[in-house]
């Protein structure tokens, strides 16, 4: 009587997986093992449990990059790969590593399936490879872009606090002032500049008259980063007309606050 044959067991399809690590600043991660580091050993470990599954070799680290979104070079690397066919798999520690916009992460997930690739959170334990993984996948980004969106409400309501009690909320600072301590202070040199921009247009009420004369009298603006030209525009003088900082308020919307600064004008000018 001949031996039955035992069935050969089925060998497990080898999918080619990439980590990829995010950390939102900078900070750490000069240390010897900084939170990339963690992140990518809780994900290898991840990974060894897995059968037939095999780490590429390339890194794909993110350090000092926003969730908010994709425009990150290791992460630009990394999909260029997926869509080239070189990784199957992308393993992260958790969703928020890969993307905090749930657009933007609809249309990764929307590239990945177009490649044939899937996706996997190693923490919260699902995968974009079953359809109950995908449905987790949507509610937990929703949350995701909630809690992104609240944080930037808050951000919004600090501001405008801060600007209804007269306080300097950063931005370029106002010609004729310079910052310490988050605070504005009085710049001599271009105070008296301001000063005398109002008065000549007292007295000639021409906003390309004024630019004229303090360009003639060598009372030059500030260079600026994008053109080193040094001369007063019709336009510049505008602007400096028409700020309510001069005369010691601070703006929010429509909104004038007495500011925290000192007037370089009177109120009546």
């Known amino acids: 009587m001949s031996r039955r044959p035992t069935r050969s067991s089925v060998e497990p399809e080898t999918k080619r997986v990439a980590i990829y690590t995010r950390k939102s600043t900078t900070m750490g991660l000069e240390q010897e093992f900084n939170s990339l580091d963690s992140q990518r050993e809780s994900c290898l470990a991840y990974i060894q449990r897995q059968p037939g599954w095999k780490l590429v070799d390339e890194r794909y680290d993110d350090g000092g990059f926003t969730g908010a979104n994709i425009d990150r070079p290791a992460f630009t690397r990394l999909m260029a790969d997926v869509e080239a066919g070189k990784v199957d798999v992308i393993v992260v520690y958790k969703v928020d590593r890969l993307s905090r916009s749930l657009l933007d992460f609809v249309k990764v997930m929307e590239r990945l399936g177009a490649a044939g690739a899937s996706f996997v959170s190693v923490t919260q334990n699902f995968s974009t490879a079953d359809a109950m993984g995908r449905l987790t996948m949507n509610m937990l980004m929703s949350f995701a872009e909630f809690e992104r969106e609240m944080i930037s409400e808050r951000t919004r309501d600090k501001i405008a606090g801060a600007r209804r009690k007269g306080k300097w909320t950063g931005g370029p600072v106002p010609y004729g002032y310079s910052v310490k301590d988050k605070k504005l202070l009085v710049n001599e040199l271009e105070a008296r500049v301001v000063r005398e921009a109002f008065d000549l247009f007292l007295m000639h009420r021409q906003q390309a008259k004024v630019a004229h004369l303090l360009n003639e009298r060598m009372l030059l603006p500030r260079g600026s980063k994008v053109t080193k ?18 005369a010691g308020f601070m703006m929010y919307g429509d909104e004038l606050h007495p500011g925290e600064h000192p007037p370089l004008i009177e109120e009546s000018t």
């Open 229 to 246: 030209k040094l001369a007063w525009s019709k336009e510049g003088i505008g602007r400096i007309l028409k700020s309510p900082i001069y």
